[in-house]
């Protein structure tokens, strides 16, 4: 194969992607907008929340000077954005320390937890999705249906509620909060994550099994199953070698949309185990009123959402023929 | 000459005082002999990026703890709110107005400086500089100067003269830092105990001061102080055993800690209350019918025994709380009358009118205090629509805006600062907007008197005015309520905040 053809062959779908990222960055822009005019409707500004309630007027305007608040909010925006375009967040109005410092503290806790979550959960989910989609209609679909359905319908809070009292209060084998020591042990670091890990895991597993079985069950309805299946291949090797690289496509989805929703969605496991987060900060920025970190988490959440599913669907599109032909 | 402080207060006469205070308020858990050691972690309600090791930017019961772990004031509190001398041995004042104050020797900073008058001065002052950015700012604007009279020795002048300034003193914002200290990334204290780590929103670790002032306190090694802002995992943290103490305990689940045998609760009665608002420029909730109204509408009893489980205390339309030395006994407690609600109503001319109250979790159980009070001036003939706001933006959206409205005031540690912040004519927080010429020339009068006979009278009639004429219902105090591991001994209750009002560091030891 020459050189020429295997550009030619790459073009199609490169060129695709690089619009897809171009996309993503529009998007990304156009949130920014969204966000920044959103929470300047919010009532109180972080001079206000940093004052508090006994503040005299004479004070929350000085305050709202040095922060740059009495500033109009197109220009405070353009001041942002200028910032952003070098990489650099801005001042936390709160903390009075850079917003990459206060990110770099959480961000490492998000992607901890996101990634063992993840870890967890995918195998899980390939096993019942797979196992119910072969056993289709009989009794252990049936079992893995109502298994599910009721891992999807139960609130998180519920779940970790339940856990922490049976696990924390009553038998006292793992701890109530997420606390991970500053150099943890393996024993010490499993405890910790144990009950916020596993709690994520009911929501994702539940719903990524879904997915994956209705992704396969698709795939089982088509001819060239049953051609396979004419011509004498295994159920394993059926399922390995030729319907999921088919349904890959529609699965890798489900996947990023569950990684994304672990990364940014775990606010109410952060609440219950107290557990220092991304998404905690972001709640936290909203109700004192910290714009550039709000902004910074938002733009952080954002981004990955975006790139996991600029990631997905480059991998349906390289994984299937037509797309790729462009 | 008035001694606000007793001069020859010796160590053993202040312990010896502490020790009194915890068997009068009967949480019986000062027993035993303290011992040095132990590491607790110790659960809050709150942190977030605006934690600060600054002492006057502190905003929230965790930011209070975290400060007086680290540094010492010049005064303490006993728990009966009077000051116990601090890193002042005396304080002496002829007028209440010029203040001699006389350091405690041998005291050291934690990165090994002695404290002189240098550093006392500049702590007190720098409240009154803008760019400090000073929660008590105006506090402090009654700081006329501080001027160094020896090396530990001050002479602290007033604008005005205000008999409390022991007490005053002892709250977090006016503990002592170094001379010049601008930048509070790292902290620099006298206290009990030297800062490890400590990350905003996340956790503070404090190790024991081996030099501490006080000799052989505090006990414990190391303390670990992190926040959880859920009640029922803040339980549910100290019921298994992840921390040791925790505040804030509600009503609901004091059962499950009391039924733990490996744990025990403490209430700390307190002038804590949830008032609701009546604004005087309103011509419906200016009236003064209309306002005796709604007192004489507050269910005291069903809202102690109902909302607050009995964790409560009755309170009479004013903020000064029945265990103050300057509770006034003799007003007659207003009772629940909804027929003299109605005759008030009927004189106003608002019987069958419609209203709109405004409540929210901001402002602790006043959703729920809005339902009853709903529920009995419907059947005294008015109309009320309770409208419940979110927490967020409520103090600045909601809170006095609205004719009828809820508030929440935390205790504060003398009479004159309640009055003067939340009662005086023109105060930020006059929450009902109320204008009594009586009431502030008393209020000025108070301060000025060195007799405290005199005072109690002063402020007795002060009570009364705000019963009788003030804006707002005051139906209850509420107690505040922390849970603790039984290990954990010498907590006693200081009535302004859970924790021993956020000092409980030196006093607490570990006893296993």
């Not at chain 1, 199609?12 to 959103?38: C, D, E, K, Q, Y």
């Not at chain 1, 929350?60 to 001041?79: C, F, K, N, T």
């Not at chain 2, 949480?27 to 002999?33: D, E, K």
Request: charged content about 20%; some cysteine; glycine content about 8%.
């Amino acid at each position: 194969m020459s050189a020429a053809a295997v550009s030619s062959r790459w073009r199609g779908p490169l060129r695709l992607i690089a619009r897809r990222i171009g996309l993503a960055l529009l998007t990304l822009l156009l949130v920014s907008m969204v966000i920044f005019t959103i929470s300047g409707l919010l009532p109180g500004d972080a001079a206000q929340e940093v004052l508090g309630q006994t503040a005299t007027p004479e004070q929350v305007a000085a305050l709202r000077h040095e922060m740059g608040l009495d500033q109009p909010g197109p220009v405070r925006y353009v001041r942002w954005l200028q910032g952003m375009m070098v990489g650099d967040p801005g001042q936390s109005l709160v903390a009075n320390k850079p917003v990459a410092d206060i990110i770099s503290e959480r961000l490492p806790n998000t992607l901890t937890l996101a990634a063992l979550s993840a870890l967890v959960s995918l195998p899980f989910a390939f096993l019942i999705g797979i196992a119910s989609a072969i056993a289709r209609g009989r009794k252990l679909d049936r079992a893995l249906n109502i298994l599910t359905l009721s891992m999807v319908a139960l609130p998180e809070f519920l779940v970790a509620t339940i856990a922490v009292l049976i696990f924390a209060v009553e038998l006292l084998w793992l701890p109530s909060i997420a606390l991970v020591p500053q150099d943890p042990s393996f024993g010490q670091f499993v405890r910790a994550y144990a009950m916020p890990v596993m709690v994520l895991a009911v929501g994702v597993v539940a719903q990524l099994g879904r997915m994956i079985r209705a992704a396969i069950i698709a795939e089982l309805d088509r001819p060239y199953v049953e051609m396979a299946r004419l011509k004498g291949v295994s159920q394993n090797r059926l399922i390995v070698r030729h319907v999921l690289p088919n349904a890959v496509g529609p699965i890798v989805n489900a996947m990023a949309l569950s990684l994304s929703y672990l990364f940014g969605g775990a606010i109410i496991v952060e609440t219950i185990f107290s557990y220092p987060g991304l998404a905690s900060l972001m709640v936290n920025a909203v109700t004192s009123r910290d714009m550039p970190l709000l902004q910074a988490c938002a733009m952080i959440f954002c981004a990955t959402y975006l790139l996991l599913v600029l990631i997905a669907d480059t991998i349906a599109i390289l994984a299937n023929p037509r797309l790729r032909q462009g | 000459m008035v001694d606000v402080i007793s001069t020859d207060l010796s160590r053993r006469m202040l312990l010896g005082g502490l020790a009194a205070g915890a068997t009068l308020s009967g949480a019986g858990a000062v027993t035993g002999r303290p011992r040095i050691g132990g590491r607790i972690r110790v659960a809050s309600i709150a942190a977030s990026t605006a934690d600060t090791l600054d002492p006057a930017k502190g905003n929230l019961s965790t930011d209070f703890m975290r400060l007086y772990l680290i540094y010492s004031g010049l005064t303490q509190y006993d728990g009966q709110l009077r000051a116990l001398p601090g890193l002042a041995e005396r304080i002496e004042t002829r007028d209440n107005i010029v203040w001699h104050i006389r350091l405690r020797k041998g005291v050291h900073f934690h990165n090994g400086k002695p404290l002189t008058a240098d550093d006392v001065v500049y702590s007190l002052m720098r409240h009154r500089d803008p760019a400090t950015g000073s929660k008590v700012q105006a506090v402090a604007e009654q700081f006329a100067g501080a001027r160094r009279t020896g090396p530990l020795e001050l002479e602290f002048r007033l604008t005005g003269p205000n008999p409390d300034l022991p007490v005053i003193l002892a709250q977090p914002h006016f503990l002592i830092v170094e001379n010049g200290r601008r930048d509070f990334s790292v902290a620099n204290g006298t206290g009990p105990f030297i800062c490890r780590a400590f990350a905003p929103g996340i956790r503070t670790v404090v190790r024991r001061n081996p030099n501490y002032w006080k000799p052989g306190r505090p006990y414990l090694e190391e303390i670990e102080v992190i926040a959880i802002p859920d009640e029922i995992s803040r339980v549910n943290a100290l019921l298994s055993g992840d921390v040791q103490m925790i505040n804030a305990v509600s009503p609901g689940s004091v059962k499950r800690v009391r039924a733990s045998p490996n744990h025990s609760f403490m209430e700390t009665k307190s002038g804590l209350f949830t008032d609701l608002i009546m604004r005087r420029e309103h011509p419906v909730t200016g009236n003064r019918d209309f306002v005796l109204a709604m007192k004489y509408l507050q269910d005291r009893e069903l809202i102690k025994r109902a909302l607050f489980r009995g964790y409560a205390t009755i309170a009479n339309d004013h903020p000064v709380p029945p265990f103050s030395p300057y509770y006034n006994p003799d007003i007659p407690q207003r009772p629940f009358d909804p027929d003299r609600a109605r005759f008030h109503l009927k004189r106003a001319g608002l019987l069958g009118a419609r209203l709109a109250v405004y409540a929210s979790p901001a402002a602790n159980m006043s959703v729920d205090m809005a339902s009853i009070l709903q529920e009995h001036a419907a059947q005294a003939g008015l109309k009320l629509a309770v409208n419940r706001v979110p927490s967020d933006g409520y103090w600045a959206t909601h809170w006095m805006k609205h004719p009828l409205t809820f508030g929440n005031t935390n205790p504060r540690p003398t009479v004159d600062l309640m009055f003067s912040l939340f009662f005086q004519s023109k105060a930020l927080a006059n929450e009902s907007g109320w204008n009594n010429a009586r009431f502030d020339r008393l209020l000025l009068e108070a301060r000025r008197s060195t007799d405290e006979a005199k005072r109690k009278e002063i402020y007795g009639e002060m009570q009364w005015l705000v019963h009788e004429y003030g804006g707002v219902a005051i139906p209850a105090f509420q107690s505040l309520m922390d849970g603790f591991d039984r290990r954990l001994k010498g907590i006693f209750p200081i009535p302004l905040g859970g924790f021993m009002a956020y000092t409980f560091g030196e006093h607490v030891w570990w006893d296993a």
